[in-house]
């Protein structure tokens, strides 16, 4: 059964390209054998990920992600069955989130002093952005599986 996994999680010091790099390129190289796609959003001091695949190996790359000492307080905001992926296309796609702008409502929602809060915005509404990111062209680094 397929199913998707969002978390989000706070980068432990500052997040370099170095960094993100080296997630990217375990997660495209060990992804596609176990048969998860996803999204890695990261800026603004977090990281936000979305796993899909068969649940029993998104919830054995969780377990690993877990024990991950790049970040700390992470936070399973979603984790449920799906009829069929939603970033199937990629392996690991990559977003920086550094600068982008939230709408309105998100903003006043989940928000400290301006700053986007996916710990308390609505999946639904972090869902929409992600996917309002990748149609604007802002994936980078995402070879296509």
């Known amino acids: 059964m397929l199913s998707q996994m969002l978390y989000i999680s706070t980068a ?77 296309r990629w392996a690991m796609a990559h977003i920086d989130m550094a600068n982008q702008a939230f709408p309105a409502g998100v903003e006043a929602a989940g928000a400290r002093q301006g700053v986007f809060d996916a710990y308390t915005v609505a999946v639904e509404q972090v869902l929409a952005k992600m996917d309002e990111l990748i149609a604007s062209g802002k994936v980078m680094n995402a070879p296509v599986v």
Not at 16 to 28: K, P
Not at 51 to 65: F, M
Request: aromatic content about 4%; glycine content about 10%.
């Open 12 to 88: 432990v010091g500052p997040i370099t390209t170095a960094v993100t790099g080296t997630i990217l390129r375990s997660a495209q190289l060990h992804n596609p054998a176990n048969g998860i796609t996803g999204v890695l959003c990261q800026g603004q001091g977090v990281y936000l990920q979305v796993l899909e695949g068969e649940r029993s190996q998104v919830e054995a790359l969780y377990a690993r992600i877990l024990t991950d000492k790049r970040h700390q307080d992470v936070a399973l905001r979603q984790h449920e069955n799906i009829r069929a992926r939603r970033y199937g």
